[in-house]
């Protein structure tokens, strides 16, 4: 496992995180009225994780008979810089479940021009037609190039262009917290790869 750079502001500690997925799950079901025909789906690779942060939440508030379908979606080949990205790190997509007539949450980590959510609600449609597409986002730090606005957001951090905000979690990271870290000159902002730097 690689080291979590000590460098940059934690805006959200494990304790806040959890406690913001704690309210996320309550808005959710408040909003949808129940758990019924629910699904939730997290963009790989840390919105899969927080999905399934949530299911469980869900399933702690709704019970176990109630369990929300889980899938993860890997938005790879769908990105607009797909070509021009140089050997792009693919992933699983695992939607084990019919998506139609479902109201499906998808989940990402930090919600940032809207790029990927547009990627991922193209590649959604390859697996069917739900009822209804729902955001829920850990971190929203605005910077918006698409009109995409999450219904479910954690914690909105403010953050400058020239800025990363990346959420570790504990078990793939070691450590759980959203960083703000500059951007090394010539860089651009991206998700942490799995593992830390």
Known sequence: MRSIPQSGSVVMDGAEIERSLTRMAHQILEENHGA?????????TRGDILARMLVEKIAGIEGEENRVPLGSLDISLYRDDFLTTFNPEVHATSIPFDMSGKHVVLVDDVLYTGRTVRAALNALTDFGRPAGVQLAVLVDRGHRELPIRADYVGKNVPSSKDQNVRLSLEEVDGVSCVRITDIEP????????????
Do not use: D, N, T, Y
């Open 36 to 44: 019924e025909g629910l699904a939730i789906v997290g963009i790989v």
């Open 186 to 197: 010539g860089s651009r902002a991206s998700s942490a790869p799995l593992g830390g730097e």
